[in-house]
């Protein structure tokens, strides 16, 4: 116990300004309302990286990781138990319990990869809470895997194929076994250099969970696309969110930045006016579904926009600009996107106008967002 | 667990958690005031940019008033040479303003950016003068009068400060010579009509940017200089819209500048555009001079983008600029476009890494996605 508040550096971080983890156990805990809470990586240094929260009264507050985080997942088993795991080539993760001041199970537990592997950014939970599932990479093949947690200490018990390189983002498909899965198709080097430019290979690949077989592959026409995050519908439509590394294409044409996967059906691109698509510089950052409208939302970080496309008829419908974009969660009522960016601003956009609640514009400047982000569902 | 921990490190842990909790307040606490290095921009503003707008809406003012009293008369020798250094005035105030690339520049006249209007190279990288003049022999060869509105719907590539340039530089033939043009004058008045026009399109375009900046931009009936400097622009347009986006006015200002170190440090500028070397030469210089200025206004103020870099202790990149900046300066000097451009890719750099990071100016955390 001592060593983990010295690791969280409680009562020193404290003292030096550092946020520090939130204790449970506290009266103020009843102003943080998990339904309307907010959860997303934070911080720019190691001194400030946490797991960051924020709600629609305003409150806020940070669990200090240690490490940059990336993706969050929840569990859906327990909602108030949160994963956050490291950006590549990061080796850790963090569990924490937003649980209100009756819950004893409150400390962040850290959790790490093998030796051989290491985190690629996302995490997703199995429909019953049971295991965890990590996109990571093997250091000595730099082929793509997917470790099987179980959920008391978060033990890797299995290794399952991605199906491919720099496995991504990754979510399990509703009322299936089935783990979709966005090989981004990209190697670096320690450096962070990209070493495979010319040869890389992404796609998005189904995984069958219990066979441990790739079931099924998608790839987009454009070879030097990395395929790196996606989202899925109640009823398995999955949207791909898309990068391209353009000092390798042959071609200086503009590409679709986001993409869907229909049952049955296969990958299909969406377009939007070239305007548009020049504005994102060949980066999309975040996707997410909102099922209740029907309309996947994406977000470029390096266009400052937020873009909407119906998921049904793949139409058009619209854009939001908004500096430095990339966080983007669906409120819990369905009826809001939530947009974040690293200056700590939060917009909410209706889920069916796509008209922005400019009174509900919040702006936290001492958390710096990182890439997503999402809803604390009660 | 917490009922574990000594009763010592419970209270110690409880006090500390009460006040954390207490201080991480709502966005109501978080202070609105402007921060140094917004004061800083607004200096530089006010100081730079301005004077920089204003001086290009004169000379553009100032050509069209000169072409009229050209071709009032027969043209001489005189009166072409005088247009012709009025045209290069015009142009060199133009690149003391063409690193502010946002707002005015950027609105949206017919099918493209205003900026194009006045300078197609600037997106596009080239100029093809053979073409320009093909253009004009077709205006010029059309049965209907030449007005000074005639041309108010052309394309980017045959108005501006370039067209501009090829109808007083060269004949309709691409010929180079002086009398050869002045003659072109007096055998093809309608060449004196193309002339009007195509300053009378600059000038009001100029004359656009001007009132954009300092009096109403987009129909705000605010200054954009004051929306800008104040950060303004997200409370005056929507997300719809790309002034709504909501990017500090530090940001904007730092990437413009270092995207216009980019261009003309990597450009073929020097390849095509060759009528007035010289005059690029000096415009090039012009607007080193302008960006120094823009991060030292140590003469008007304590709050110069320099002092606000040298107080958050980057003393040495400041010093590492200013050098750069005489660098330039002596490669312009001696005309070498292999070191000019070297110096301004290192500046570039500099606008890249020390000023962003000299004045804690967030560029983005999330630009690059999943890797440290």
Known sequence: MTTQLTRRKVLLGALAGLSVPVLYGLSRMDAFNPSTTWLSASGSDADRFALSFANDHGNHGSANSAFRGHGLSSNPAQPNQIVMVSRRPGNQGMVLNMANAQQTTAEPQFFQSPKHLFMEGHACFSADGAFLYCSETDRRTQKGVITVRETQTFSVIQELPSGGVGPHEILVIPNTQKLAIANGGLIKDEQGQLVNGQTMNSNVSILNLVTGKIEQQYKVPESKASLRHLDVSSDGIIAVGIQVQRDFMASTDLTPLAALILPGQGLIQLTAPASILLKLKDYMGSVRINDKYRTAAFTSPRGDLALFWNIDSGEFLGHHFFDNVCGLTVSQDSEFFILSNSAGKVRQLHGLTLKENISARQSFPNLQWDNHMITLCS | ?372
């Open chain 2, 1 to 372: 667990m917490i009922t574990q921990l000594s009763s010592w490190v419970k209270t110690t842990v409880y006090t500390l958690t009460a006040l954390l909790l207490s201080a991480c307040g709502s966005e109501s606490d978080i202070d609105q005031r402007p921060s140094e290095v917004d004061l800083g921009v607004k200096t530089s503003i006010e100081h730079v940019t301005l004077p920089a707008v204003a001086a290009f809406g004169q000379s553009a003012q100032a050509l069209k008033t000169d072409i009229t009293n050209m071709c009032a008369s027969p043209v001489t020798d005189i009166t072409l040479s005088n247009v012709q250094q009025q045209w290069q005035d015009t142009y060199r105030t133009w690149f003391s303003l063409l690193p502010f690339q946002f707002g005015p520049l950027v609105i949206q006249d017919q099918s493209s950016d205003l900026l194009d209007y006045i300078d197609v190279y600037r997106s596009t990288e080239s100029i093809v003068r053979s073409e320009t003049n093909t253009q004009f022999q077709t205006w010029i060869d059309a049965q209907s009068d030449i007005e000074a509105d005639s041309l108010t719907n052309e394309r980017p590539a045959n108005v501006g400060l370039y067209a501009l340039e090829t109808a007083l530089f060269t004949t309709l033939s691409n010929d180079l010579v002086s009398a050869d043009i002045v003659a072109e004058f007096n055998s093809t008045p309608k060449k004196c009509d193309v002339v009007k026009a195509l300053a009378y399109e600059l000038s009001r375009r100029a004359t656009e940017v001007v009132l954009q900046w300092t009096t109403d931009y987009r129909s705000t009936g605010v200054p954009y200089a004051t929306l800008f400097s104040d950060n303004l622009l997200e409370s005056y347009f929507s997300a719809l819209d790309s002034d709504g986006t909501g990017k500090v006015s530090s940001e904007v200002l730092i990437v413009a500048v270092q995207e216009y170190l980019d261009f003309v440090g990597n450009a073929a500028l020097f390849d095509d555009l060759t009528i007035n070397s010289e005059t690029l030469w000096l415009s090039i210089k012009d607007s080193i001079d302008m960006i120094e200025s823009l991060l030292d206004q140590s003469a008007s103020t304590e709050l110069s983008l320099f002092a606000i870099m040298a107080s958050n202790g980057y003393e040495q990149d400041v010093a590492t600029i200013r050098e750069n900046l005489v660098l330039i300066r002596s490669a312009i000097d001696e005309r070498s476009v292999i070191d000019t451009q070297t110096y301004l890719k290192a500046l570039d750099g500099n606008f890249k890494t020390s000023v962003i990071d000299g004045l804690n100016i967030n560029k983005g955390l999330t630009f690059a996605d999943g890797d440290s």
